[in-house]
């Protein structure tokens, strides 16, 4: 029994689930309202047979105890592995010594994080120490936060002088080095360790999952500089990827699917006293993707930038916009899906003033967010000068355009095209020829080799036009299981396919956009059974929405035991050397299987059949959701089931017609 299996029959979803969510009794299944939506009537259902859960309401989503887990809690699915594997009982890998070793000063630091945080916050409310009063009174007086915003954000203080903390964590048993090495204490050239951080306001900075890993520390003394200092990159504390308040705001994030994004701690913490929720800071840098990436898609749809409204902050605004550009275009074909709006302060306020000075008003703020090509077309308008060249309006139309074009939306581009048009008082003939070249050039970019080194295929060493490996050939009549294998096998060594499948599936749903919001969205883990592959699956989807780390490589980095050996069945040579164990590095694994087959197959081939066979496990996968309506409708008539019912059997018959096949007989009823 795979670590999976194990903790699935440890693990009963039903009491795993009722922790957080008031589950009720309906016959054989449990309801409750949905905890990922806000709803009236209870659409959330959970299946004690076979350990499933499903929303039928807004969310459309389901799946199984691990899946629940990850979406409850913003997990990998290495994080609800091991989280769920502690809670069982279940060792979810052997480790080596060394990796046992690197696992403990990781909890060691951690702790150590955690109880620095805790020795600030207790010397801030240190009613004996003036110093500390004197912070106090700043937080509480001067930047109107509330004993409840103090005690849920942990904001501490460190106390003037050299060696307070120092002293205090050496008698815990801390070494010097271990203060160093997240940022705690320095060292000079004399060998004297010292205190990092001394007179200042200090707020932890937790990771997504409300651990302490780093601080920002505000100066007290306005003679000190810089007004803020972050702790240093450690193994713990990474800036770029790191956004505050997430751990406090996730649950809004989700709820609403829109994240509003400012620039400082302090503008975040008024933000949340005031009750938005949904607010996160980058921390006073420009957005970066994998701060992006943090939280969409996978929780929100809407993200809006809520950054200072002087030079520095719209200058903030166009780089994160720069990086959200980036993003869009590594995602040519949508797998983002994400709306960006930028929100300008007014009178050069930043948000923590305006909020403080008027709380409703920023609700009002943030519904009137303004779309991208709004803000960039105005803040590149107001820099020409009053009666602008030709030759000027081109330079700025041709800046503009990578910003206005990072869309899967034709409709969108269109719009925003037409709208710098009339903007620039330029042709939009002129504008669509730009544009061309735009894209052209971006798709050059991404297929353009290093200096010096032949152009490679993303998934392997092998140079693009060197034969390409055959993929698995099914039997005749396949199972469900080998036709999940192939599926994950063909996208794993062309992971391009992928959106072959998504654009059939979006060409089949454009006749009814509940088809695409629904039973035709993007093929996804729920298309799988077998619970190895849906992680697996997952593990595809997470890798190609990064793009700082080479595919094969950062799926090398995240797989356990259990996925490695279940990746390394899939994508093992097809011929004598199977019975081969492989060993070593997944990239090599993959680069020498796609070698050890020299069958030249036809891309266009490979890629139809792929998308066949995709096509064949959603309709098994519609098929079983109805069954579960046609289950769930037996406890009470509701009509929003006959509707889903309705719009899975329509997108049944869109894909019986496009893999060549009639309906079988009583098929439609299941």
């Not at 707020?203 to 007004?227: H, Q, V």
């Not at 996160?280 to 929780?299: I, S």
Request: charged share 25%.
């Amino acid at each position: 029994m795979s670590a999976i299996d194990e903790i699935k029959a440890k693990v009963d979803i039903v009491s795993y689930i009722q922790r957080t969510v008031p589950l009720k009794r309906a016959g054989r299944v449990y309801k409750a309202c949905c905890p990922f939506h806000h709803e009236r009537t209870p659409s959330f259902v959970v299946n004690p047979d076979n350990q499933t859960w499903r929303c039928f309401g807004a969310c459309a989503e389901g799946g199984d105890l691990f899946r629940f887990a990850m979406k409850q809690n913003g997990w990998t699915f290495r994080e609800a592995l091991e989280e769920l594997g502690r809670l069982a009982g279940v060792e979810v890998r052997p480790q080596t010594p060394e990796q046992r070793a690197a696992d403990e000063a990781s909890d060691r630091l951690r702790g150590l994080m955690k109880a620095a945080a805790e020795f600030y916050h207790q010397r801030l409310l240190d009613p004996s120490d003036r110093s500390s009063q004197t912070a106090l009174s700043y937080v509480t007086d001067k930047r109107g936060l509330s004993g409840e915003s103090i005690s849920r954000f942990q904001i501490g203080y460190a106390p003037q002088g050299w060696d307070h903390l120092l002293r205090a964590f050496t008698a815990l048993g801390y070494s010097a080095d271990d203060l160093i090495s997240v940022g705690l204490a320095k060292r000079n050239d004399e060998g004297r360790v010292y205190d990092a951080f001394r007179n200042r306001l200090m707020i932890p900075i937790c990771d997504e999952r409300g651990r302490a890993i780093g601080f920002g520390a505000r100066a007290l003394d306005p003679d000190d500089t810089p007004k803020y200092l972050n702790s240093p990159q450690s193994s713990l504390f990474d800036k770029g990827r790191t956004l505050f308040a997430l751990h406090h705001a996730a649950a809004a994030i989700r709820a609403s699917e829109t994240v509003v994004i400012v620039e400082g701690y302090l503008d975040a913490i008024q933000a949340h006293q005031a009750g938005y929720s949904s607010v996160v800071a980058q921390m006073g840098t420009a957005l970066t993707e994998p701060q992006l990436r943090l939280v969409a898609p996978r929780w929100a749809k809407t993200v809006i930038l809520a950054l200072d409204s002087d030079a520095a902050g719209q200058n903030a605004t166009r780089r994160s916009l720069e990086v959200a550009r980036a993003a869009l275009q590594a995602d040519y074909a949508g797998r983002l899906g994400v709306e960006f709006r930028v929100l300008s302060v007014p009178d050069a306020k930043d948000p923590d003033d305006l909020i403080r000075e008027n709380p409703a008003a920023w609700q009002a703020m943030v519904a009137d967010a303004k779309p991208v090509a709004d803000f960039i077309i105005g803040l590149e308008v107001a820099g020409l000068p009053p009666n602008p060249s030709v030759q000027q309006r081109e330079a700025a139309a041709r800046r503009l355009l990578p910003l206005l074009i990072a869309s899967e939306d034709s409709l969108y581009r269109s719009a925003n095209i037409q709208q710098l048009a009339l903007a620039l008082r330029l042709p939009e003939r002129d504008l669509l020829m730009w544009t061309s070249d735009q894209q052209k050039i971006a798709r050059a970019a991404r297929l353009r080799p290093q200096p010096g080194q032949q152009r490679q295929d993303f998934t392997s060493d092998r140079p693009v036009g060197a034969p390409i490996a055959a993929p698995v050939r099914l039997s005749p009549s396949p199972t469900e299981t080998d036709i999940e294998a192939y599926c994950l096998q063909s996208l794993f060594e062309h992971p391009d396919y992928y959106y072959e499948i998504n654009r059939k599936l979006r060409k089949l749903a454009e006749a009814d956009p509940a088809l695409g919001a629904g039973p035709l969205a993007d093929f996804s883990p729920d298309d799988f059974v077998q619970p190895a592959y849906r992680e697996l699956m997952r593990l595809f989807l997470e890798s190609l929405a990064q793009v700082e780390t080479d595919f094969v490589e950062y799926v090398e980095q995240r797989l356990d035991d259990v996925l490695f050996r279940e990746l390394s069945v899939l994508l093992r040579p097809r011929d004598d050397a199977t019975s081969r164990r492989i060993g070593g590095r997944l990239k090599g694994d993959l680069a020498a299987s796609l070698k050890q087959n020299e069958r030249m197959l036809s891309v266009i081939d490979h890629a139809a059949e792929l998308v066949d066979r995709a096509l064949h496990l959603r309709e098994r996968r519609l098929s079983r959701e109805r069954q579960e309506i046609v289950y769930l409708q037996a406890d009470g008539d509701r009509p929003s089931l006959q509707e889903q019912a309705i719009i899975s059997l329509t997108a049944k018959r869109l894909i019986d017609n496009e893999i060549g096949r009639q309906t079988k007989p009583g098929l439609s009823a299941s």
